[in-house]
């Protein structure tokens, strides 16, 4: 979903640029939290990243073998991984 959702900014030549985050699922799939917890050090790549963690609301649900309420995942959003499957 996040991968779908993120759009790499026109102009970014970095492919180097990551950015990693931490997201808090709960049971239904609503995102609880989200947040960046390492930066790429490319400010428009950060601030691509931050505008799909606020747009995207609701994820995959927990599956029914997940004895917890939520679970935290984090997920590194990569320019050079996200350019190489379009």
Known sequence: IYERAWIVPDGITDDNATVGTEITIARDGTVVSARITRSSRNAAVDRS?????????????????EKANQRTVGINFSVAAKRAVG
């Open 49 to 65: 990243v931050q505008v799909t963690l606020d747009r995207v609301k609701v994820a995959v649900p927990l599956p029914e073998s």
